[in-house]
């Protein structure tokens, strides 16, 4: 759904619950982050989200995988170390149960891959398929890592490469070619954020959010406003899955791409004669995405190393300024 919609169908909830009534609501719809977090003692707060989505690829096993690591993301962008997991589905009655089985296989051993349990879930009958999870993770109440907490000078770290839309639509169209990046964009969804986090932890990082339907330009921006500061893009730094920049040249566009172009609007400012097929990998909605972290620049180098030889990859892609809550892509 997209940022403008959401927000006008949320203002039941905010009218209904002020945040003043619930103190031990460290962060909930007013925060407008990755999870909300519950402390629930002067040591422990409990990190809870949720994500689902119709298939992103044709196996069923890989599915219910991206759709798991996806979901569990939102502890990490927080954080925090998940716990917890209940699965969610719908199927059509029509669909072989084995092939939910593998959904469910799937999701199960990223689950445990992260060290977590799926302990249940509820499933229903619907016309398209549909998995994902609810997850609890914990931490100590001042570990929490939110969109605003950027500052003047710290380095922006993204921790994998961008333009999983676009290649999964350039599969989906059955595009020439595209097998190479369909394949890269399939393994990066499949990477889990939990070391990436750890990690962002040990070094001190001011905010930290992770990229997904909002793409790069909406996450960016919700930084900057959380924030009130601006964030500066460097274009030309930003990581692309291969064969993301030919696709999106093609044409290979997802409609959230644009939606996410109309409705952050002004909020983005981008340089004269930056690439159009550029542009459309920087609002391009990204499954099971990078961290996107703002770190102290003299921890930056050593968190980007550390990241990197963990994980495969961790860029620098720009910093943050003092002005206007915005997103400046130079």
């Known amino acids: ?41 002067p040591d422990l707060a409990l990190i809870q989200t949720l994500d689902f989505f119709p298939p992103v690829v044709d196996d069923p096993y890989t599915y219910g995988a991206i759709a798991a690591a996806n979901a569990l993301s939102d502890v990490y962008a927080m954080g925090g170390e998940v716990r917890l997991a209940l699965n969610i589905a719908a199927w059509p009655d029509d669909l072989d149960p084995a092939m939910l089985s593998e959904v469910f296989r799937g999701g199960a051993e990223k689950v445990r891959e992260a060290g977590a349990v799926i302990a249940g879930g509820h499933t229903v009958f619907d016309k398209e398929p549909k998995y994902g999870l609810s997850v609890t993770g914990v931490i100590h109440p001042d570990a929490v890592i939110q969109k605003s907490g950027a500052q003047p000078g710290d380095l ?42 750890h990690l962002a932890r040990a070094h001190g990082v001011h905010a930290m959010t992770d990229i997904t339907g909002y793409a790069l330009m909406g996450h960016a921006a919700e930084v900057a406003t959380r924030s009130d500061v601006t964030v500066v893009i460097e274009a030309a730094r930003v990581p692309l899955l291969p064969d993301a920049l030919h696709f999106a040249a093609a044409g290979a566009v ?51 190393s550390a990241i990197e030889a963990e994980a495969g990859g961790c860029w620098i892609v720009g910093h943050i300024e003092a002005g206007a809550p915005v997103v400046d892509v130079r």
């Open 156 to 197: 922006l770290l993204l921790t994998k490469a961008l333009g999983t839309g676009i290649l999964l639509t350039a599969a989906q169209q059955q595009r020439d070619g595209y097998e190479a990046g369909y394949e890269a964009a399939v393994a990066s969804m499949l990477q889990l954020s939990r070391h990436p986090s």
């Open 254 to 304: 997802t409609g959230g791409s644009s939606r996410n172009r109309e409705q952050l609007g002004d909020r983005i400012r981008l340089v004269d004669g930056l690439d159009d097929a550029l542009v459309h990998v920087l609002y391009d909605p990204q499954t099971s995405g990078p961290l996107f972290i703002a770190v102290p620049p003299d921890n930056a180098e050593a968190l980007r």
């Open 1 to 41: 759904m997209g940022l403008g919609t959401l927000a006008q169908v949320l203002r039941p909830i905010h009218d209904t619950f002020n945040p003043a009534d619930y103190p031990d609501l460290m962060v909930g719809l007013d925060g407008a982050d990755d999870a909300a977090v519950y402390r629930i003692a």
